[in-house]
């Protein structure tokens, strides 16, 4: 992290922040659109031959194009975007806008070399894996609602989501595997390097805790209000905002996102 460290000193002016409330949002855009225009997704895929022929801007539609279940029906579709939304915020408020977007962009430039390998047109089911991925190795206690109701942790769904990628490396022919591999490949720079030597240390937290300062650390919550201290898990139906106006990553409750001091980098 010693390199992103100094990426962002140099470069976090230029992150883009909140990009996850970006990203679900242009995902509902394009259901909606869906809704309207049955082919609208045929415009949207990253088709490398298509791209060659002058549609570029198949580069970046392709990345908010919903997963298929989401198409199942609208609650589907919300349920979705709301991981999608809480994942990528509980990364960028544990690392920060920049090191978030380079998370991001690296799966994206690894789908875009996918595919563009392999001739079949991409979407970034693989990218918001990564994510999720991501979300589950450092927050492997949270609990999420299936079907509003079935508490599960998420290392147990990060368990299953290996197992997916296994078996995708395991059906796929060799070319195609490069489809999977690429746009996951972001994770392991980003962790690679602590699984090793957690699992070289046996359990020893030594490492973690000295290089990354506790923030590895198991969690029971995401959003946490900087004025009161109100969690997602005390009241599950608040809603979490960063305040543009603070220079720093402070996260307010709604209570407070309007109604409080704004602090001022040291």
Known sequence: MNLLNKLERKFGRFAIKGLPIYISSL????????????????????????????????????LFIPPEISYSGIPWILFILYLYYLYGTALEHEWGSFKFNIYYFIGM??????????????????????????FAYLYPDYEIHIFMIIPVKVKYLGWLSWAYIIYQL????????????????????????????????RGSSIYRKRKYQGAFQTKEYVHKCTVCGITEKENPNMEFRY?????????YCMDHLKNHEHKSAK
């Open 27 to 62: 995902n509902m855009l394009v259901f909606l659109l869906t809704l309207i225009q049955v082919d609208f997704l045929q415009y949207l895929y990253l088709d490398p031959l298509l791209v060659l022929k002058g549609e570029v801007w198949r580069l970046i539609t392709y």
């Open 109 to 134: 430039l690894g789908t875009t070399i996918a595919a563009f390998i392999i001739p079949i047109p991409a979407t970034a089911s693989f990218i918001n894996l990564s994510i999720f991925l991501a």
């Open 170 to 201: 395991i059906v796929f022919p060799w070319i195609g595997k490069l489809y999977v591999i690429i746009p996951i490949l972001n994770f392991f720079l980003f962790f690679g390097k602590d699984i090793f030597l957690r699992y070289k240390m």
């Open 243 to 251: 305040c543009l106006s603070c220079e720093g990553r402070y996260e």
